[in-house]
Structure formats: C-alpha cells, structure tokens
C-alpha cells in the first residue's frame, strides 16, 4: 500500500491511497473500503512539557515529528 502521512487535530494520520494485490492495483472503490483497515491516527499522550504535534515527515528509519509548545521554561539544571 502506498500512504500519506500527515497531522489532523494533533494525531498523526496515516492513510492509504493506493494498494496492489499480487502486482495489480486495487480498483478505487475496493480500496475505499479497504483503507478503514489499511489506514489509522494515533494521538500520542502525555508529551512533556505539553508539546503539540504540528508535522510529521517520512525518513529512511521512521518519522520525524515537530512539535511546538508555549510558555516553557527551562532551568539550566534540568537542560542535558
């Protein structure tokens, strides 16, 4: 299956859009109800310092996520 991974209300979405069985692309219609099983979100709990998710990006060994937060301050002691 080919996808698209995006952000939506802070919960990484993954979709899919296309598919092939055994070489040959599955018609439209079948994948429509095929992508309830192929695609999902998660929401990821409890972030420190109440991160929220704002974009996420395919790379070679998984996904690179920005996130953004407001208001945080850091203690030179608690920065490693």
Request: hydrophobic share 50%; net charge negative; glycine share 4%.
């Amino acid at each position: 299956a080919v996808g698209r991974v995006e952000v939506n209300d802070g919960r990484i979405a993954i979709n899919a859009e296309q598919a092939k069985v055994a070489g040959i692309p599955v018609p439209t219609a079948v994948l429509d109800e095929a992508a309830r099983l192929l695609s999902f979100r998660v929401q990821p709990q409890n972030l420190p310092l109440n991160l929220r998710i704002t974009a996420v990006h395919l790379t070679d060994t998984g996904l690179l996520v920005d996130a953004v937060s407001d208001d945080v301050v850091l203690r030179p002691d608690s920065v490693q």
